[in-house]
């Protein structure tokens, strides 16, 4: 009789575990499943498509940009605006846009609306090579000449690299060349990431690189660990020219060339899209709409697609 009762309570502890295992695990994926990104922003953008667009011309202006009320303030570097006129992408910009068309190789590089930062995209799903980026040139490299190199979570700076990581600043706020001493430590992997166990993510920690090469300087923040599929191993990178420092990929036509679409705006904040600001796109020297068509505004902040009210116009 009590070898009968052992085994039934046996029973019982080993179908409780099971079920706890169960639970457990259901309630991990459902973390997993519902985990949304720190990045991009709540704020809302309601569009004003201009009365005065027309069929001819090179300067007329498209649409007023707000937010609605409890807004935050957006940093122009995080931000991409584009004008689809009948399917067709326009960046709107305050001077420059990259040039359109699918990344062949493995560094996708896109020009945020600020006209002067880089949203660096890293293909380094192979976890058995690497992959090589040029941050001044935005192009792919090699394995004798390379800036940073990227496999799975691996990054590494390149030889003759000096570096500094500053934690917690936005990366507008970093724009001088630092005095104290950099890291020439171009040996060991980059500790740039946390990983969250209990949703199994990779997040970058926040803070930004400062890089000097032969006295060029530049400054990187990284994004993401993910592309817009939520596919991992493809980080994410933003990256500008710091002081004086020369930024030869915005002088190259193979990647960067004159926006259509010019940004406007009423103060001398070139670093925020304020929340109480009233922005302007207007044509730049390009008759955007030349016959009937579909305007269709879309906004990223940080990647992150931006909800916009009416996003579409159509012009006859």
Not at 110 to 137: I, P
Not at 147 to 161: A, E, L, P
Not at 275 to 298: D, F, K, M, R, Y
Request: with cysteine; aromatic share 10%; hydrophobic share 35%.
């Amino acid at each position: 009789m009590t070898k009968r009762c052992d085994l039934v309570n046996w029973k019982k502890l080993a179908a409780t575990i099971v079920i706890l295992i169960v639970v457990v695990a259901a309630f991990w994926l459902y973390l997993v499943q519902s985990y949304e990104s720190e990045l991009g922003t709540s704020n809302v953008v309601e569009i004003d498509y201009s009365s005065s667009i027309s069929n001819s011309g090179t300067d007329n202006q498209l649409a007023e940009l707000t937010f609605e009320s409890e807004a935050e303030d957006l940093l122009w570097s995080s931000m991409e605006i584009s004008l689809l006129v009948d399917s067709k992408s326009n960046s709107c910009s305050f001077g420059s846009q990259s040039v359109e068309g699918e990344s062949s190789g493995k560094i996708s590089s896109k020009l945020s609306a600020d006209g002067l930062t880089f949203t660096t995209e890293v293909d380094s799903t192979d976890a058995e090579s690497f992959t090589y980026l040029d941050v001044a040139q935005q192009l792919e490299s090699n394995e004798s000449d390379f800036w940073m190199k990227f496999s799975s979570t691996d990054v590494f700076f390149g030889d003759g690299i000096k570096w500094k990581f500053i934690e917690g600043n936005d990366f507008s706020d970093v724009d001088i060349v630092p005095e104290s001493e950099l890291s020439n430590d171009t040996e060991n992997r980059l500790e740039w990431y946390e990983y969250d166990l209990s949703v199994h993510r990779v997040n970058p920690n926040d803070g930004t690189y400062l890089i000097e090469n032969n006295g060029s300087w530049f400054k990187i923040k990284f994004l993401t660990y993910y592309n817009s599929d939520d596919e991992s191993r493809h980080p994410t990178l933003q990256i500008a020219a710091l002081g004086n420092t020369s930024f030869p990929a915005l002088e190259n036509p193979d990647l960067v060339v004159p926006s259509p679409c010019k940004i406007v705006h009423g103060d001398n904040d070139f670093d925020n899209w304020n929340s109480n600001e009233t922005i302007i796109l207007v044509e730049n020297g390009i008759n955007i709409c030349s016959a009937e068509c579909t305007l269709e505004l879309q906004i990223k902040f940080e990647t992150i697609d931006v909800k916009i009210n009416s996003p579409e116009f159509s012009l006859v």
